[in-house]
């Protein structure tokens, strides 16, 4: 089976950097997701890793450490808007490909 | 406008009803996804399709019945042998080649029942 971890609720300032943590144990990693939820909404797609290192598009970064299980999201220049849930989600080619998701991480924005 | 559609947004049902929740569409993806969302969790996946006729029980199938007669739907029955199934539904689809092949949702269906 997959585990994947990521802390249950994060608060930060407008204006600030925040890194989201998410640790995982897969047999046949291939390749890490994140996507943003706002609540009551459908997750959309943020980054995709699947080799080590720094992926940056705009204020968001995502870096993964496949030796070490880990990933974090990176959020710059933090806007109220930004407040929603974000998911880690890890694709496993011995189960299909298919993705396991995190519980998600519920960020809070404020001023 | 490419996207997926999930209707209806909000269903409410009696318990021991049969209920199906729609899912089309139009971005030519093979692969097609259920997944639950319980409030605070994470999604766990219900049932996937990979190709026409054919679809594959995920983490959570049981209560669940799905059929893919057409490319462009996934519909998903949730049956009175679902013991709990009141919660957000989300579809979603991918293409099915080696790389990236991110996964689109829809914007979900909100099942309660009374």
């Known amino acids: 089976g997959q585990n994947i971890d990521q802390p249950t609720e994060m608060t930060a300032t407008e204006g600030a950097i925040v890194q989201i943590n998410c640790t995982y144990q897969?047999?046949?990693?291939?390749?890490l997701f994140w996507y943003q939820q706002h609540a009551g909404e459908a997750p959309t797609f943020l980054s995709y890793?699947?080799?080590?290192g720094l992926e940056e598009k705009g204020r968001f970064s995502s870096f993964l450490s496949r030796s070490k299980g880990y990933s974090y999201l990176l959020l710059k220049e933090l806007q109220m808007k930004d407040s929603a849930s974000y998911l880690c989600?890890?694709?496993?080619?011995?189960?299909?490909?298919?993705?396991?998701f995190g519980g998600g991480t519920r960020l809070m924005v404020k001023p | 406008d490419g996207g997926i559609t999930q209707s209806p947004k909000y269903l409410f049902r009696k318990e021991g009803q049969n209920v199906t929740l729609s899912c089309e569409q139009n971005?030519?993806?093979?692969?097609m996804y259920w997944y639950r969302q319980d409030p605070g969790q994470g999604l766990r996946l219900i049932y996937y399709?990979?190709?026409?006729?054919?679809?594959q029980k995920g983490d959570i199938a049981e209560g669940y019945s799905v059929s893919r007669e057409k490319k462009e739907s996934f519909p998903l029955t949730v049956t009175s042998a679902q013991k709990n199934p009141t919660a957000f539904y989300l579809c979603?689809?991918?293409?099915?080649?080696?790389?990236?092949?991110?996964?689109?949702f829809g914007p979900g269906t909100r099942l309660t029942v009374l």
């Open positions: 979603a689809s991918s293409i099915a080649r080696r790389g990236k092949n991110e996964q689109f």
């Open positions: 897969t047999s046949g990693f291939n390749g």
């Open positions: 890793n699947v080799l080590d």
């Open positions: 989600a890890v694709r496993d080619h011995n189960a299909g490909n298919m993705l396991t």
């Open positions: 971005l030519n993806h093979d692969a």
């Open positions: 399709s990979q190709i026409v006729n054919d679809f």
